[in-house]
Structure formats: structure tokens, C-alpha cells
């Protein structure tokens, strides 16, 4: 067992080695060497992800159905990964940069629904989803004040320690997914805002509630509802949309309003219906690669289904 976990840490070790000199070469290459790079790299793992390739145009298939051709639906998966490669090479350029850097970057539109809360002294739980470089939200949003946001550890622990200190020094403490919602709880009770990503699948056991997504049944957590009822705070949704490579707009809209005739069934299909609003507008960037149906249709992601 010690020689297992010996071998364990200096496999992190090593990765986190790469890490650093991938990040050196991304400093040092030119952006439109950075680009042409990361297509290729994208067109590749689109050919030979064989492990999650079926999902995205399972998803497809199942909100768009005949309304969409066989091409459109391609288009879409093959910008979907591009995304995501855009992503992690954002994540390693940008994990340096001061927030100041970042806003050279992004343009925003919606910033008075965030200026209008901070007058109002209230604190606002952002909501997004995996849609677009959601991870520009948290250090951005970190300008206004101090923010907590929800996320999964890093599996290698040398990266995952650089990620936590280069966020604090941005006024953001990151989640552990397990008991966050007493760190959220804290966070509210201190005058911070909190960034939760709502758009994937929540098993009922950890606060999962059914929502209509596309018309279909599907469940997502009621954390942000209960939270925003309890502390009397805004919800605010954002998403980070690519205007073109290395650019970014956040897109904040209205927040959605929390009334004395407000249920926790009613503010989380709301906070579905502004997600489902902006994937229609604007597909490509969604991560469908996620089995975002599986609780109540498992056998659309049957492989050999179309």
C-alpha cells in the first residue's frame, strides 16, 4: 500500500511538472499559434473520445429531435469540445493573471443588476452553468467582493494546492462539493456573494428536485432557491460567452425575483428556464458531453440509440 501511494504522489508530481511547462510554452507561443494548436487538438479528441462521444449527440437528439440536421447537431458537438479545449487552455494562461488582467479580457453586459445589489447591501448568489469559460465567472466576480463558489477538487493534489492559493490572493475561496453548503452558509452570514454552477444532473438524495429542462423531466438542485430565501439575497444568473478567441462577454441577466409567494419548486425551474434560454441561443458552448437526462431517460445514452 505505501509503494502504491509513493507511486501515486509522483505520478501528480511528475504531471504537475508537465503542467508548468505546458503553461511556459502557452506564455511564451503566439496567440494565433495558441489557436491553430488548440483546434487541432480539439478536432482530435472529437475523433478519439470514444468514452463520451455518444453522449453530446444523444442529448441532441433528444431536446432538438428532427429540428436540427445531422450536420447542425455535428457542428454543435464539434464546437462543444472546442470549448472545452479553449477552456483548459484559458485555465493554465489565466491562472496568473490579477483581475485586473482578466478584465482586459472581458467585456460585460448586465454589470448594473450586480452594482444595484452591492448598493442595496445584499449579497447575490450567482448562478451559470457549464456553459462557455464558466470558470472566468468566479475571478471576475471577485472584483465586487469576496465570493465562494462550489467546485470539485483537483485529483492531483499539486495542482488542486496551486489552484486554492492563486484564488485566494483573488478574494475567492473555493468549495469542496461535499459539505459546501456550510461554507456557502458562512459565506452569506459574512456579507459575501457565492457562485454555484447548477446545470448538471442532482440526485435527490443531495438535493436534487425535478425541473422541466427542454420539456423534459430532469432534477437540479435547490441549494441556490434555499439559500436566496433564507438570506433574503439576490440570484443572479451569469454565463461567459466567446466572442472570439482569448475574448469573452458576461452576460448577466435580470435577477429572478424572490417574493413572499415564492416556493423552492418555483425559483429552481426558474433558474432552468434562464439556462434552457441561453443554450437555445447559443448551443455550441453548453458542455453536452454530460448525461444531463440520465435519472429519468437512461436509455437514451444506450450506445447504438439514435
Known sequence: MQRYFKEFVLKDFLFFILF??????FFVMPKGLAKKFLDLVSVLVVKFDGMHRHIPRANLDFVFGDSLSDEQKKVIIENSYKNLVYNLYEFVVNS???VEEISNKVSINGEEYILEAIKENKSIIFISAHYGNWELLSKYFSKYKPISVVGR???NQYLNNELKESRKLDNCEILDRSG????LIKALKNGHNVGLVVDQHTAPTKGGIEIKLFGKKALQTDVPARLAM?????LLPAFVVLKEFGKYEIKVYPPIEVTSESTIESLTQAQADIIEKQIIELPD???????????Q????YAKGTR
Open 153 to 155: 477538487p483537483l485529483n
Open 297 to 300: 431517460y437512461p436509455e437514451i
Open 96 to 98: 496568473t493573471l490579477s
Open 180 to 183: 459546501a453548503t456550510r461554507g
Open 285 to 295: 458552448l453548453w458542455m453536452w458531453q454530460h448525461r444531463r437526462f440520465k435519472e
Open 230 to 234: 433564507k438570506f433574503d439575497a439576490v
Open 20 to 25: 508548468k511547462i505546458v503553461k511556459l510554452l
